[in-house]
């Protein structure tokens, strides 16, 4: 099998999907602390007691979902469009292709966020997704599915953005500082774990406004898209409630971060193809 072949669009998600379920089963529990946080319902004698220990996993199906497509088109689709923007040598190009593969990956993934979203912050019915997902459907229709999608598409504009092009950049900069392979996995967690952390900096205000918008009742508009989510939340708060749940969420963002990109880069070179 020769090397360095760059995978087609298909297999290059079918490989980030694989990456992304398989991660997803060790870093829910951290998603449901930040989420429930955000929400200001989380409480851990509470969830030990009234949920039990494998409500850490709750949502876990919807996750799942969201996984498979959202996050399969985000970071499957990242080289295939650095390479048709010819974007190797500019880091604003490798952002605005990290961009462009998170914008995707929300117009095909929202709903099962959203679905994963209410599952994780839903404390007193355990509904089945498919009677969730029937619900929304029944009180809001579609477009109950992409409530929160402007805040996420900006959210998975400025996250992926940040994710791919510092991981791109970190990587070839410590390439040159220690002479690591940029297939060692030594420069594959450094340039992971400090692309997490940048992540969570930039994504940390937009995040919480998804949160928010996403976890509105399925039977009402609390409000009325991003901008006044936003507004209203930094007025009641202050600005840096938009700011609230950054430590889980870094704390969050770095194993998923480092467990996906390495899995991803090692699947890549397992199958001969050109690694990130």
């Known amino acids: 099998m020769s090397l360095n072949r760059q995978p087609n669009i298909y297999g290059s998600m079918g490989l980030a999907g694989t990456t992304a379920i398989t991660a997803v089963n060790f870093t829910h529990p951290l998603d449901l602390y930040k989420t429930r946080l955000q929400a200001d319902n989380f409480n851990f004698y509470n969830l030990m007691k009234n949920e039990g220990v ?21 970071l499957g689709c ?12 500019s ?3 490798k952002f605005v292709s990290g961009s462009i593969s998170g914008t995707f990956g929300v117009l095909v993934g929202n709903p099962f966020d959203v679905m994963k979203t209410i599952s994780i912050t839903n404390t007193k019915n355990n509904l089945s997704l498919s009677k969730s997902m029937y619900n929304m459907y029944e ?3 579609i477009g109950g599915f992409y409530r929160g999608v402007s805040a996420n598409i900006g959210r998975a504009c400025v996250l992926n953005g940040t994710k ?17 392979d940029r297939k060692d996995i030594r420069c594959q967690a450094v340039s992971a774990f400090l692309s997490g952390f940048f992540m969570a900096i930039t994504s940390a205000p937009f995040d919480m406004i ?7 009742p399925t039977d009402k508009k609390i409000y009325n898209g991003f901008m006044d989510a936003g507004i209203k939340i930094v007025s009641k708060n202050g600005p840096l409630a938009l700011y609230k749940g950054f430590f889980p969420i870094w704390a969050r963002f770095a194993p ?8 991803f880069d090692n699947l890549l070179n397992f199958c001969g193809f050109e690694t990130i």
Do not use: H
Not at 54 to 74: D, N, V
Not at 78 to 89: F, G, H, M, R, V
Not at 169 to 178: D, E, P
């Open 210 to 216: 998804r949160t928010t918008l996403m976890n509105q």
């Open 164 to 180: 791919m092009s510092c991981y791109d950049q970190i990587k070839g900069y410590t390439v040159i500082k220690t002479n690591w």
């Open 256 to 263: 998923t971060t480092i467990l996906q990109l390495i899995i």
């Open 54 to 74: 494998f409500s850490f996993w709750k949502g876990i199906k919807a996750a799942y979902l969201r996984e498979a497509t959202y996050t399969s088109i985000k």
């Open 78 to 89: 990242y080289s295939p469009i650095k390479k048709t923007l010819n974007a190797d040598n």
């Open 139 to 141: 009180q809001q229709g």
């Open 91 to 93: 880091f604003i190009m």
